[in-house]
């Protein structure tokens, strides 16, 4: 069936290091993707979007990367903080519909 | 600052008894969308307005309902909470400007079946 998936459940670092949480994804009528962070007890938080055209998105320390070929997706955190501790959510968008699917999503953990 | 907005943030009602959670947004989007979140999951769109257009999931159960009286609020109407209804109801808005497609969280409402 069409899914957004993430390949790890969870991911833990060392405050300072990169992050890394990847994305996969399987349909190819998906033109626009979304990053979201949801911490304890709140709503999802847009991070960055990146649209089918691009390969590359740059944020403030962060950074999406988009394969089509292998229809993958991932978000890349620079200096991980403890700030940044929260489930991480992949989104796309499926074209002309308005709505997203969302992956399972993988819990950053950030240790001091 | 522009935002959206769910009250209460926390709603307790018994089995069966209707409770209704409640959406609004300053950024004058033209879609809203009602989503249900339960542990450990991920978001799972129940419907959504495009302007005064309802659309429903087909998985959503009748006994979800929603209301959109006006651009700012939106409604969602549980007519017989039963215990498996317990979770967090996000509310997301989308609209012009921001990208049709980019979808904007409120804070959500925990809902508790007791």
């Known amino acids: 069936g069409e899914s957004v998936g993430l390949h790890l459940p969870t991911l833990s670092v060392q405050e300072g290091d990169n992050s890394i949480i990847n994305c996969a994804y399987s349909n190819s009528a998906s033109d626009y993707f979304i990053w979201y962070k949801q911490e304890s007890g709140k709503g999802p938080q847009f991070i960055i979007d990146?649209?089918?055209?691009?390969d590359k998105r740059q944020g403030q320390r962060v950074t999406v990367l988009l394969n089509k070929t292998v229809k993958h997706l991932s978000l890349q955190i620079a200096a991980t903080q403890p700030g940044d501790s929260a489930v991480y959510f992949c989104a796309e968008n499926i074209r002309n519909t308005g709505k997203l699917i969302f992956g399972q999503g993988t819990t950053l953990q950030v240790k001091p | 600052d522009a935002m959206v907005i769910q009250n209460p943030r926390y709603q307790v009602t018994q089995f069966g008894k209707p409770v209704t959670l409640s959406c609004s947004q300053t950024l004058n989007h033209n879609v809203m969308y009602w989503y249900q979140q339960k542990s450990s999951q991920a978001p799972k769109l129940l419907f959504h307005y495009y302007d005064k257009d309802f659309n429903n999931e087909a998985d959503t159960p009748d006994n979800f309902q929603s209301r959109r009286p006006n651009t700012s609020f939106c409604f969602l109407d549980i007519r017989s909470p039963g215990l498996g209804d317990a979770a967090m109801y996000l509310c997301?808005?989308?609209?012009?400007?921001?990208?049709?497609?980019?979808?904007?969280f409120g804070p959500g409402t925990r809902l508790l079946v007791l």
């Open positions: 997301a808005t989308s609209g012009p400007g921001q990208g049709p497609e980019t979808q904007y």
């Open positions: 990146i649209r089918s055209n691009m």
